[in-house]
C-alpha cells in the first residue's frame, strides 16, 4: 500500500525535484502540497507549486500557508534558487489554489486520516506543520512520521551554525521535536552525499517527457556549490522523499536532537547528539548516509513515470 503523505514545501529547485520525485513514485500516496514562503516569498513559491504540479498532470491540491515563521523576520535564498525560486525556468502557470489556508488543511486531513495516520513531509520552514500540530494537539496521534529536510551535525549552510530550513523557523521545528511522534532528519551531513554534478544532468536527460525536461532544466540552473569545488552541488529536498521512497538506501541513527531558538549566532542550530554523549532520549532518526547512485536511479525512474 503507498504510503499516504502531505508535503509541505517552499518552491524552490530542489523542492521541484523533490516533488517530481513523490508524485512519479507508486510507494507514496501524496493527499496535498502545502506551500510556505522559504526560498523565496509565498508570493513565488506558491505559484511554482503550482506550475510543478500541473506539468505532472496529478490532481494534488496545492494549498498557501505562511509566509514568515513563527518568531523573528522571513529570509530568502536567492542566491541558489533565484529571484523566482525556479532558476529562471519558466512554466505555465498550474491549477489554482485549493481554497483555504495550510494549517487548517493539514488538520482536517489529519482528522479524516486512514487508521495507519498520514506522514507529514517538510521541505521548508517547519512553520505550516507546527502550526497545524501546535493548534490541535490531539491530532498528533494520526501523524504516522514526520520526515523533514532540516539540519546539520556538521556546520550549516545559512550560517556557520545554521542549516537554512532550520534557520528559517528554529520555533516551528522544536515544535515538530517535541511533538512525541517519530521524526526523522535529512540533514545537510547526508544531502552532501547525494550530489548533482554535470554528467548526472546529462543522464537524467536520457529519456522522455516534459517532466523530466523540466527537471533536467531546474537542476541545470542551480549553481555548483563552493564547497565542492564548483563541480557538484547536493540535492537536499528530494532525499527527504527517497528516504521514504527506497528506505534501503539508507542508514540511520535514533538521536536526541535540540533546535537553538537563541537569537545570538547559534540561532538555528541543530544540536545532534550522535554518541549520545547527553544520555537523553532519542526524539529523532537521523539519516547518516544515503547510496547516492542508487538515489539517482530513483530519481530517473521517477521521472520517467511521469508525463
Ligand atoms: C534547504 O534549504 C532550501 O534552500 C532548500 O530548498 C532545502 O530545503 C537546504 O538547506
Ligand atoms: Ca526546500
Sequence with gaps: MPIPVIIDCDPGTDDALA???????????????????????????????????GVTGKKVPVIAGADRPLLGAFRSETAVHGTDGLGGVRLPEGPPAAPGIAADAIRAALREAPPEGLTLIGLGPATNLALALATEPALV?????????????????????????????????????????????????????????????????????????VAC???AGIPMSRRFGNKAYPLHDPCAIAWLVAPELFT?????????????????????????????????????TIDAARFFEVLDKALGRLE
Design 141 to 213: 496521534e494520526k501523524v504516522a512520521r514526520i520526515v523533514l529536510m532540516t539540519g546539520a551535525w556538521g556546520e550549516g549552510n545559512f550560517s556557520a551554525s545554521a542549516e537554512f530550513n532550520a534557520m528559517s523557523d528554529p520555533e516551528g521545528l522544536a515544535v515538530l521535536l517535541a511533538c512525541g511522534r517519530p521524526v526523522t532528519l535529512v540533514t545537510l551531513d547526508l544531502t552532501a552525499q547525494a550530489l548533482v554534478t554535470a554528467e548526472i544532468i546529462e543522464k537524467l536527460r536520457q529519456g522522455e517527457g516534459e517532466c523530466r525536461k
Design 217 to 219: 532544466d531546474i537542476l
Design 252 to 288: 540511520n541513527r535514533d538521536c536526541h536532537v535540540v533546535v537553538e531558538c537563541g537569537v545570538g549566532p547559534g540561532r538555528g542550530r541543530t544540536h545532534v547528539d550522535r554518541w549520545d554523549r547527553l544520555k537523553q532520549p532519542a526524539n529523532a532518526t537521523v539519516a547518516e
Design 19 to 53: 516533488l517530481f520525485l513523490a508524485l512519479g513514485s507508486p510507494e507514496l500516496d501524496v493527499r496535498m502540497v502545502t506551500v510556505a514562503g522559504g526560498n523565496v516569498g509565498l508570493a513565488q513559491t506558491l505559484p511554482n507549486a503550482r506550475a510543478i504540479v
